[in-house]
C-alpha cells in the first residue's frame, strides 16, 4: 500500500496502529462518496438519526450523536437550508424544535446511503463475505469495550 505512512514493524503489528490506518481510510473513501451529494459525514448522521429515531429535538440529536449543539446548530441550518429537514415546533414542547426529513431528505438519504456502502464494500473488497461479518463482528466487540 503506497499510501500507509512507514512505521517499524514493531508498530505496524499493533491493532490499535492497525485500526487507526483502517479508521483513516474508511473516513477518507466516505468522505469522498458523500461529496458527490454535497454532504459531509455528520450531515448523513444526522439524516440518518433523525429517520431513524425521528422526530428528533436538536437538543437530542446532539445528545446522541454527541455532537457539541453550537455545532449542531450549523448542521440543521444546513440541512434546512438545502430543504433536508423540517423544523417545526414540537408538539410535546412549544419552545423546542422538532426535527424530520423532508422528502428530498429521505430521497438524499437514500442516496448517500447507497454511497456509502459503496465506500465501506470499497474499503473490505480484500475480505471474503464471511471475513468481512466476521470484522464487523469482531470491531463491535472492539468497541464495546
Do not use: C, F
Request: glycine share 6%; no cysteine; aromatic share 2%.
Amino acid at each position: 500500500m503506497t499510501d500507509v505512512p512507514y512505521a517499524p514493524h514493531s508498530i505496524r503489528v499493533l491493532p490499535s496502529w492497525l485500526l487507526g490506518r483502517a479508521a483513516a481510510r474508511g473516513h477518507r473513501l466516505v468522505t469522498e462518496a458523500l461529496a458527490a451529494e454535497g454532504l459531509r459525514m455528520m450531515h448523513h448522521a444526522v439524516l440518518a438519526t433523525v429517520a431513524e429515531l425521528g422526530p428528533l429535538s436538536q437538543a437530542d440529536l446532539a445528545r446522541t450523536l454527541r455532537v457539541d449543539p453550537k455545532d449542531m446548530v450549523a448542521i440543521i441550518q444546513d440541512l434546512h437550508g438545502d430543504d433536508l429537514i423540517d423544523r417545526t415546533p414540537s408538539p410535546v414542547d412549544r419552545r423546542k424544535n422538532s426535527i424530520t426529513l423532508t422528502p428530498a431528505g429521505q430521497a438524499t438519504l437514500t442516496r448517500t446511503t447507497h454511497l456509502g456502502n459503496q465506500a465501506n464494500a470499497t474499503l473490505t473488497a480484500a475480505l471474503t463475505p464471511a471475513e468481512q461479518s466476521q470484522l464487523i463482528a469482531l470491531l463491535t466487540r472492539v468497541v464495546a469495550g
